[in-house]
């Protein structure tokens, strides 16, 4: 049989479509327990959303030459903080289909109650690492979903609210970064999506993402070196000693994304200013903690497994140690609780 040469049209036809995050949501929901298509809902509210606050922080620089020439979006709610409207952005997605009876927010004091009827409790941080939109350096959304507790069609209660990361049936994360990437899991493995924003649509580009068991990056804020307890210093002349290679960006979505791709460890420590941590369990530890276990990683605050604690407010701040596994093992060695 001969192999003739292809031509680039015959080539270019001959490659495999890419799966839409739509597609993929689709086609695996059976993987669900619960499947009844609404929490694929959720996640094509949250996807859309994204798309939206993408278009936005992507013209974050062009904020104030816009409102001086008088332009408005069609919401007419132009010229709001990035993480107060990513906010609205979100909250209105998922308020949309019904599905979410309440929403956690990192902007909000208090959650959001929507719709008794609602089988869903969504906590979402809509913007982190606000303080480096100014500066074009990456950012993200954050968010997990739960099922609520309590019998649907009647007023929410806090055992619907104050649930453990383990009980999170989906949670993941958008990075707005060099490009965008969605990424999440429903608790059987990770897969990552590049969005293509000429398409407007997110494709599979990271299936079955595993963290590498071992890494050589750590992520920390070293500023705050002289508050670090004891055991993190410790840790820390550890790391140098090893010569890895030190690398923090301030936004946490981005710091765990490339030690998920490279191997890694990200550390933000209890520190004399925040005697807990300065993370919130919530709406910023929990989902990259399931997301790291689901992609082989561990994450803990350093005595106990992040996903096992019990939330005691919503805005609970914990100390987080997350990344490579082997790298999370020898790290609780130094007794960093
Ligand atoms: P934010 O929710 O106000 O954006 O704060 C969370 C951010 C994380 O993205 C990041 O990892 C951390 O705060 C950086 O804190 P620091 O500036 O203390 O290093
Ligand atoms: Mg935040």
Known sequence: MSHQPRSIEESRI???????????????????????GELSQLLRDIALASKVVNRE?????????????GSQNMAGDQQQKLDVLANIRFTRALMKGGEACAIISEETESFVDLNNNGKYVIAIDPLDGSGNIDVNVSIGTIFSIYRRKSPVGRPIQTID????????????????????????TTGHGVNGFTYEPTLGEYFLSHPNLRMPTE??????????????????????AYCKEQQYTGRYIGSLVADFHRNLLKGGIYIYPATAASPTGKLRLMYECNALALVAEQAGGKAT????????????????????????????????????G
């Open 57 to 69: 922080v992507n013209k974050a620089g062009l904020i104030d030459i816009m409102g001086a020439i």
């Open 161 to 184: 609210i104050l649930q453990p990361g383990a009980d999170q049936v989906a949670a993941g994360y958008v990075l707005y970064g060099s490009s965008t990437m969605l990424v999440y």
């Open 215 to 236: 890494g050589k990056i750590f992520s920390v804020n070293e500023g705050g070196y002289f508050s670090f307890p004891e055991a993190v210093k410790k840790y820390l």
């Open 301 to 336: 605050n350093g005595t106990t497994r992040i996903l096992e604690i019990q939330p005691e407010n919503l805005h609970q701040r914990v100390a987080f140690y997350v990344g490579s596994p082997s790298m999370i093992d020898r790290a609780m060695q130094f007794n960093l």
């Open 14 to 36: 001959a490659q495999p479509i890419g799966t839409t995050l739509d597609r993929f949501i689709k086609n695996n929901q059976d993987q669900f327990a619960f499947a009844s």
